[in-house]
């Protein structure tokens, strides 16, 4: 039996009396690649900020490496949604990885040169290294969204929770991340993130999490990614219906790893 | 001479300045500038009722009102929009205008009860009077302003973070409220502090001119807190000094004065974000521009077997180009121009080639690609390679030349 990474029971979560999660009942294993899908205002970016801990939950509870949220002082490698923040902010690459190295550096004490090596290690892993002294808003939408993730790996966690990272990225950002999610399963890490794209999930993940104010549906890919529950997610909206079907007609004929490229 | 008095005066003002420059920074950076203009004006109300319950003038016993009537403003500040559908920057108006009247109230009030001079120490809270205060409290605040300074330079790793990532700060255990709150005091003490040397309505251009020039010169975070403390600290300075030599300049105003000036240098010769670079960087770009224009003009010319065009053809006509980017060309040795006849040089035409390719695959990769990164588009760069990755411009070259092929 694999141990679970997140596991969340009863989870009611509202803004304002109005319910965006409603009773999530969910176990998240470890070591897996989990893509939590849904449309927009399904709740999915809250769901991540309650396993975050910076929601708290109407009813219901977290549990995170068999801790409970509360009492948990695990560290969460986060990417937020590249809008969260000002680029316009005067600090450059390298000082943004670096403060995935804060953390574990404790108050008052400055970063030295292990953290530096660290952080420079972690945006070569991103393909970065090179634009380590540019400004942060001097970078292309893609490029900012690496240097999330170069700063989330340099948090060096054993739980990942990225908002949509493969939003508006160029081709060559994609296969950054998508070399750095292989990496991070080959480590055994647990990897959940929220995307829009239903026609590469079954090619990059192998958990999926179907969201729609409840939770419709929860799993391995194979399973769990079927045309029904892509129908009991995304209602009876038609284009969506549409990359739906096609999405599974190339699970069914390409099998895990297929797809079309 | 200076007096020892005047020289302690002015160490506390340069401590004054640099903790307004510290805190400002943050607040700049956290775009919560205006908050330092309401709780300026929040502390007024708090003196007023100090004076009246405590009967006394002593700085302590009105800084402490101040601070107190501060920490209130700041709360609701922060309240009002959390529990009404109010936003932030109502909310912050608001309360400043409402303290800010309850305080005139009350010191017109204390005007016509107490004796005059109780009033017109209260006066002189509204513009600051730092050539004209004691030793004592010149000591006092620059101890505190250097204490505050020193609480930002430790934390500023921290404060980095909660300033530019709160969340991020909030997942990797930071006590994002403490912090909050902990910028909330430090802005509340700074206010309070600079109350007697510059005065309730120009306390905020203290706290928020210096970080606003230091931003010109730099894009990094530590060498903003220090050109901002700096400034601040030369402000202060320079204000003080220029007030205690004529004492019919408040002091206030002048330090105010000094900040702006430095804000008005800053916008206009920042090397990179100046008014003046970027003016200059625009028009050298649009003269390069012109210059290709004039080659592409050129090129197609020659390619067309007229080898030579007249000046007329280059500045009138379809091509109309400036004459001054005309007279680049020729220094930068693209053309040379024999008589009325202007002709390409080899180098010319070198380089009217590649920006004509340059544009292709520009193009090329414009309506190739469904994803674009349009952060990565510069049609004006002409080494198309340090934009895009190598093997996408070789891939765009290829079916650029399979195109032509084709057709």
New interface residues.
């Given amino acids: 039996m694999i141990k679970p990474a997140v596991e969340i029971h009863d989870l009611t979560v509202a803004y304002r009396e109005k319910p965006v999660l409603w009773d999530i009942d969910v176990v998240i294993p470890e070591g897996s690649l989990c893509a939590i899908v849904g449309p927009n205002g399904a709740g999915k970016t809250t769901l991540l900020s309650s396993i975050?801990?910076?929601i708290k939950p109407a009813s219901g509870w977290l549990k995170i490496f068999d801790q409970p949220i509360e009492e948990s002082?695990e560290?969460?490698g986060?990417v937020?949604q590249r809008e969260?923040?000002?680029w316009d902010?005067?600090?450059?690459v390298l000082?943004?990885v670096m403060?995935?190295t804060?953390?574990r550096?404790g108050?008052?004490?400055?970063?030295g040169k292990a953290q530096h090596d660290w952080a420079m290690e972690c945006l070569e892993a991103v393909g970065m290294a090179d634009l380590h002294r540019r400004?942060i808003g001097e970078?292309?939408?893609?490029q900012q969204q690496r240097v999330f993730i170069a700063?989330a790996l340099a948090?060096d966690a054993r739980l990942f929770?990225m908002d949509e990272p493969f939003a508006?990225?160029?081709?060559?950002?994609e296969d950054a991340i998508r070399h750095v999610l292989e990496d991070l399963k080959r480590q055994g890490r647990t990897v959940i993130l929220v995307h829009h794209d239903l026609q590469t999930i079954e090619q990059f993940f192998d958990h999926v999490l179907l969201l729609n104010l409840r939770l419709i549906a929860s799993g391995p890919t194979m399973e769990t990614f079927t045309r029904k529950n892509l129908l009991r997610t995304y209602g009876g909206r038609l284009t969506l219906l549409d990359e739906a079907a096609e999405a599974v007609r190339r699970i069914r004929t390409g099998g895990g790893g297929g797809g079309g490229s | 001479m200076i007096s020892p008095n005047t020289l302690v005066i002015l160490a506390g003002t340069t401590a004054l300045g640099i903790c307004c420059g510290l805190v400002g920074a943050l607040m700049l950076l956290r775009r919560r500038a205006l908050l330092s203009d309401a709780l300026a004006h929040a502390t007024l109300p708090g003196v007023c009722i100090a004076f009246l319950l405590s009967g006394s003038r002593s700085t302590i016993v009105l800084g402490v009102g101040a601070l107190i009537s501060a920490l209130i403003g700041a709360a609701l500040v922060s309240w009002l929009p959390r529990f009404s559908r109010v936003r932030r920057d109502s909310a912050t108006a608001c309360i400043l205008g409402i303290l800010f009247g309850a305080g005139i109230a009350l010191s017109a009030i204390i005007q016509r009860s107490g004796p005059g001079a109780a009033a017109a120490g209260l006066d002189s809270l509204l513009l600051g009077r730092a050539a004209g205060m004691l030793r004592s409290e010149a000591m006092l605040l620059g101890g505190c302003a250097l204490v505050m300074s020193l609480l930002v330079l430790v934390l500023r790793k921290e404060l980095l973070v909660s300033c530019f990532d709160p969340l991020f700060g909030r997942c990797s255990g930071q006590p994002t409220g403490a912090l909050d709150l902990l910028q909330t005091a430090l802005l509340a003490g700074t206010v309070v502090l600079a109350l007697p040397a510059v005065g309730v309505v120009l306390t905020a251009a203290l706290v928020v001119i210096p970080p606003a020039a230091a931003r010109f010169w730099t894009d990094r975070f530590d060498s903003l807190l220090r050109i901002s403390a700096l400034l601040g600290a030369v402000s202060g300075m320079l204000g003080t000094a220029i007030s205690s030599g004529h004492p019919e300049l408040p002091a206030g105003p002048v330090i105010v004065l000094s900040a702006t000036s430095f804000f008005t240098l800053s916008l206009l010769i920042a090397p990179k974000r100046g008014l003046i670079a970027r003016k200059l960087r625009s028009s050298a770009r649009k003269q390069q521009r012109e210059v290709r224009r004039i080659l592409h003009a050129l090129l197609l010319a020659s390619e067309q077997d007229l080898h030579s065009l007249s000046t007329d053809q280059i500045v009138a006509g379809s091509v109309s180009a400036s004459p001054r980017a005309l007279k680049q060309a020729i220094i930068d040795g693209f053309i040379e121009r024999q008589g009325d006849r202007l002709q390409l040089k080899p180098l010319g035409s070198e380089r009217a080639r590649r920006a004509r390719k340059s544009q292709e695959i520009w193009r090329e990769w414009l309506t190739s690609e469904a994803a674009i990164d349009r952060d990565l588009i510069d049609l004006d760069e002409e080494d198309i390679e340090k934009l895009l990755p190598l093997e996408l411009v070789r891939s765009l070259e290829n079916s650029i030349e399979l195109r032509k092929t084709t057709t």
Wanted: hydrophobic share 40%; proline share 7%.
């Fill in positions: 975050l801990g910076t002082e560290l969460i986060f937020p969260s923040v000002d902010f005067p600090v450059e000082d943004v403060m995935g804060y953390r550096l108050w008052f004490r400055r970063p400004q970078l292309s939408g893609g700063r948090q929770l508006g990225v160029d081709a060559a950002t």
